[in-house]
């Protein structure tokens, strides 16, 4: 396996989506469970009905995703996904970026799949109450945290799809301490 090129800030960065996104079942690895879990949390959230066309859609979309990571992650394919490889993977994903290449595709996906969970209303921007339902309903960030995080984020405007990806971006490769997209996945506790 290569070197871990993440600065220990960085690190701990993609550690702390790891932990939310994927520690919900706290076995400390990346499986398929966890995609199916989300879904069923963004369907209680959003109020989708179980089976509906929006559960179908997003279902389908996570497990490519899943499916997508496995294949960049995975180095011992035991179908599992260890903080380890997470880590691994980001760091891959900085140099490739470092090198001026876009984020892979299954990222690209994976954004647009969580600015769409996050814009509940479908009008293409998310606002502070959206995010706020999105990330203490399915993540159990605490309200208050959340429509902080929101305010650092959001320059005072709803978030736009160009605005969450250059967010997005900026929370998985910046180093800088200060930048917005720190606070995208609610407030660190180690700026
Ligand atoms: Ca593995
Ligand atoms: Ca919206």
Same mark, same amino acid.
């Given at each position: 396996?290569?070197?871990?090129? =993440?600065?220990?800030?960085?690190? @701990? %960065?993609?550690?702390?989506?790891?932990?939310?996104?994927?520690?919900?079942? #706290?076995?400390? $690895?990346?499986?398929?469970?966890?995609?199916?879990?989300?879904?069923?949390?963004?369907?209680?959230?959003?109020?989708?009905?179980?089976?509906?066309?929006?559960?179908?859609?997003?279902?389908?979309?996570?497990? =490519?995703?899943?499916?997508?990571? @496995? %294949?960049?992650?995975?180095?011992?394919?035991?179908?599992?996904?260890?903080? #380890?490889?997470? $880590?691994?993977?980001?760091?891959?994903?900085?140099?490739?970026?470092?090198?001026?290449?876009?984020?892979?595709?299954?990222?690209?996906?994976?954004?647009?799949?969580?600015?769409?969970?996050?814009?509940?209303?479908?009008?293409?921007?998310?606002?502070?109450?959206?995010?706020?339902?999105?990330?203490?309903?399915?993540?159990?960030?605490?309200?208050?945290?959340?429509?902080?995080?929101?305010?650092?984020?959001?320059?005072?405007?709803?978030?736009?799809?160009?605005?969450?990806?250059?967010?997005?971006?900026?929370?998985?490769?910046?180093?800088?301490?200060?930048?917005?997209?720190?606070?995208?996945?609610?407030?660190?506790?180690?700026?």
């Amino acid at each position: 396996m290569a070197e871990n090129q =993440l600065s220990e800030f960085q690190t @701990k %960065k993609v550690l702390r989506v790891f932990n939310i996104l994927y520690g919900k079942n #706290d076995d400390g $690895v990346i499986a398929k469970d966890d995609f199916l879990i989300a879904i069923d949390k963004f369907c209680n959230s959003l109020g989708w009905p179980k089976d509906g066309d929006q559960y179908n859609k997003g279902k389908e979309t996570l497990l =490519l995703i899943w499916d997508d990571l @496995k %294949k960049y992650a995975d180095e011992n394919q035991d179908d599992k996904v260890s903080k #380890d490889e997470w $880590v691994q993977m980001w760091s891959d994903c900085l140099q490739s970026v470092k090198n001026g290449k876009p984020f892979p595709e299954w990222q690209q996906r994976f954004m647009q799949f969580m600015f769409e969970v996050n814009d509940k209303s479908g009008d293409n921007e998310i606002d502070i109450d959206e995010y706020t339902t999105v990330w203490n309903q399915s993540y159990g960030i605490p309200i208050e945290e959340c429509r902080e995080a929101f305010h650092k984020i959001s320059d005072g405007k709803n978030i736009t799809r160009e605005v969450f990806e250059m967010l997005w971006i900026e929370y998985f490769v910046s180093n800088e301490r200060a930048a917005r997209g720190n606070y995208l996945f609610g407030i660190p506790d180690f700026i």
